[in-house]
């Protein structure tokens, strides 16, 4: 059992990886909405102290991937049809804005990493990793985001992030989704903040046009313990 001293390793601290571990299986479909996360189990199954997965899930609460319900504790949140467009609404606004941004202030270096995950996500596509593809994808938003370089912006997003990152996960043709990407890119590395602001503008809607009217309602898998070189991870050894 790990105390809170050793909630951190010499890479990472270990509320974060308990974090990821948890939003994969979010994403995954292993925690379905409505899934209840009970400190307790949770430390148990990772053989951890509890204060990572409280720390973990407090992250996962503010990305609004988990919720609080008086009677039942933290949860896996769902997504209303309604709670979708209202997504959409306010993402494709402040994604378009951190294009436009981020057209005039990407150094050579912001421009490389972008060109970097794209170049991830192909990889990750071409030997069959989908979910590693997604997470390239995923981690391109983010990065426009912070090449836009605007502290409010970037906490007006925080919270959106982790449901808009669950709703592109059902893209289904992702050959498609990485040429968006590129062509986003291409947009941004001109240096033409209009250009860029219409590139994110259609990209998004046109995602939002071919989501379907009810959300797709993640199926519960069989849950099981983490293999063990997976807890060995978690616990920095």
């Not at 050579?108 to 071409?126: S, T």
Request: aromatic fraction near 4%.
């Amino acid at each position: 059992m790990l105390t809170a001293e050793d909630t951190n390793n010499a890479d990472r601290p270990l509320r974060e990886s308990v974090r990821d571990t948890l939003r994969s299986r979010i994403f995954e479909g292993h925690y379905a909405p409505g899934t209840r996360l009970v400190e307790r189990d949770l430390a148990a199954e990772f053989n951890v102290s509890r204060l990572p997965i409280r720390e973990a899930l407090r992250m996962l609460r503010q990305e609004g991937l988990i919720q609080d319900r008086a009677s039942r504790g933290s949860e896996v949140a769902g997504l209303s049809a309604k709670d979708v467009e209202d997504l959409f609404d306010v993402r494709q606004s402040l994604e378009v804005l951190a294009c436009r941004l981020a057209a005039t202030r990407a150094t050579d270096k912001d421009l490389n990493h972008l060109a970097g995950l794209l170049e991830e996500a192909e990889r990750c596509l071409a030997k069959g990793s989908i979910l590693e593809a997604h997470r390239a994808n995923s981690e391109f938003h983010d990065a426009i985001t912070a090449i836009a370089n605007n502290d409010f912006l970037r906490s007006a997003l925080e919270p959106l992030q982790g449901r808009m990152h669950w709703l592109f996960r059902h893209v289904s043709d992702l050959p498609e989704l990485i040429q968006e990407h590129r062509e986003l890119y291409t947009a941004i590395a001109s240096g033409d903040p209009e250009r860029a602001a219409t590139q994110s503008a259609s990209h998004i809607g046109k995602y939002r046009e071919q989501f379907p009217e009810n959300p797709p309602a993640a199926q519960p898998k069989p849950q099981t313990r983490p293999k063990l070189h997976d807890r060995l991870k978690l616990q920095g050894k």
